[in-house]
């Protein structure tokens, strides 16, 4: 797949999410085979682009290419001048978003909201592409409800008004996360347009994957809150996809040498205080499909500097290695 000059390879994108794909977890997720990970979305209010939660957002020193910036907000003027300030900042793809269906979102007519007024719509897309050189992307969802599925109507737009790539999530804004994503809009929206398209919505796994793709006839797939706690799923993915083959899943010492890392680089990037705070929801996340979670969470939850939760991380991890090769195989 390409966006603009970017050939986004593999075709493994990860999806934009709001606390959670900061710096940190954008870079152990592209080592881990994302072929694009989009930042958090990031505010058009020129007022809030100097406080410290903003700085961290449009912070990208030392990314690999291509970077790809978010950003949100319901008036043409604002995203337009916010695409500008984050491609000098070193954005080399400006996304918008159309998607998120949070209420603190909707109801400033922001993220999936704009889906009801094509026409400002069209006014958003035509002033941010004609703001920047670089590619801009537009994520979006199948409507607003079940009555008003107008994503068709909507990308049709995106691709008059000169988007590079569009993706569409499975459900409408009404549905925020419940029920199941349906493909069949993304199939028909993809087969209209002569841009990429990308499926986000429900996919889980290498098998997922596949399927989505071969029933939309999309260019890429974007993994979200299933990412969340299992980065390594990424790279399931795009090695299924290029080979048919499925990974064996990581080991506990792979395992506890990512999450150590994932926990070092959240506490230089955000510093201790902040770092341990942050890194708490994500060791949560590591161990929610395990049968240790309750007793990890406790051990862990106790630390309050940088140096506690990486040592008793590591030593939980350390004594379930040991018991795992002291117990014997079964004959």
């Known amino acids: 797949m390409q966006i603009g000059p970017h050939p986004i390879q593999p075709r493994v994108v990860l999806a934009p999410m709001a606390g959670v794909t900061d710096k940190p977890f954008r870079q152990l997720c592209k080592r881990m085979g994302a072929g694009l990970a989009v930042s958090e979305m990031t505010t058009s209010d020129p007022r809030f682009w100097n406080t410290a939660k903003s700085r961290h957002r449009m912070d990208h020193a030392g990314e690999p290419d291509p970077i790809s910036v978010q950003i949100a907000g319901t008036q043409p003027r604002l995203l337009a001048e916010a695409a500008r ?28 909201a704009l889906m009801r007024d094509a026409s400002l719509v069209a006014r958003i897309l035509e002033a941010v592409v004609g703001a920047v050189e670089v590619p801009v992307t537009l994520k979006i969802r199948t409507g607003w409800d079940a009555e008003h599925r107008n994503a068709p109507e909507i990308a049709r737009i995106a691709e008059d008004c000169g988007i590079a790539a569009l993706t569409v999530h499975g459900r ?15 199939a028909e929206i993809k087969s209209r347009l002569h841009i990429p398209v990308i499926a986000n919505g429900d996919i889980d796994s290498p098998q997922k994957a596949r399927a989505v793709l071969e029933a939309t006839g999309c260019d890429a797939v974007m993994v979200g809150r299933a990412a969340q706690g299992r980065p390594w799923l990424l790279r399931e993915i795009a090695h299924y996809l290029a080979t048919g083959q499925l990974l064996p899943p990581p080991g506990l010492d792979e395992v506890r040498d990512v999450l150590l890392g994932h926990l070092d680089a959240l506490h230089d990037f955000y510093g201790e205080d902040m770092g341990v705070r942050i890194a708490r929801k994500h060791l949560g996340w590591y161990a929610k499909d395990r049968p240790e979670n309750a007793t990890f969470r406790e051990v862990v939850n106790r630390a309050n500097d940088a140096a506690t939760q990486t040592r008793l991380t590591r030593a939980y991890f350390d004594q379930l290695i040991a018991r795992t090769i002291d117990t014997p195989k079964a004959a």
Not at 87 to 110: E, F, S
Not at 178 to 183: C, I, K, N, S, V
């Open 85 to 112: 300030h984050n491609v000098g900042l070193g954005a080399q793809i400006i996304d918008i978003n159309m998607g998120c269906p949070a209420k603190k979102v909707c109801n400033v007519w922001a993220g999936s």
């Open 172 to 186: 409408t804004r009404d549905q925020h996360y419940t029920g199941h994503a349906e493909y069949m809009t993304v």
